[in-house]
């Protein structure tokens, strides 16, 4: 079943470069609509259409779980960190900074070729990552 925008708890932008070598903009889509039966993304530009295989999909839809996890987790991630061992000792850097200072890319197989798809996760509350 697909998740909803208010599932997720706000918009996950994905994007990649169009394939059209001639062309090279970004399509853009929503994480949540490629659940849907008739998804099709469609270049802005020049407007090739893609159709994502079942395999693409579901991986796809496995980034739209991760997104959702991340969401639930919200309320705690300013407890968080990810720790750097330098040789000074340890660097403490809050989960949330890096969810919001750092570009998310998934690269995956799509039509034969590696292709870097760029996630952007807006969070559900203004107040969130603050």
């Not at 994480?31 to 090739?48: D, H, I, R, W």
């Not at 639930?72 to 809050?94: F, H, M």
């Not at 570009?103 to 039509?111: A, E, K, P, R, V």
Request: proline fraction near 5%.
């Amino acid at each position: 079943m697909a998740k909803t925008n208010a599932a997720v708890g706000g918009r996950a932008g994905i994007d990649f470069r169009c394939l059209n070598p001639e062309c090279g903009a970004a399509v853009k889509f929503n994480l949540t609509e490629v659940g849907s039966p008739v998804f099709q993304a469609v270049c802005p530009k020049c407007m090739a259409t893609y159709e994502l295989d079942s395999e693409l999909r579901g991986k796809l839809a496995r980034l739209l779980n991760l997104v959702t996890a991340i969401r639930n987790a919200e309320d705690i991630l300013g407890d968080v960190n990810v720790a750097v061992t330098t040789k000074d000792g340890e660097l403490r850097i809050p989960y949330s900074l890096l969810l919001t200072r750092l570009n998310s890319i998934i690269t995956l197989d799509f039509g034969g070729r590696k292709v870097d798809f760029h996630l952007w996760i807006e969070p559900s509350s203004p107040e969130t990552f603050r």
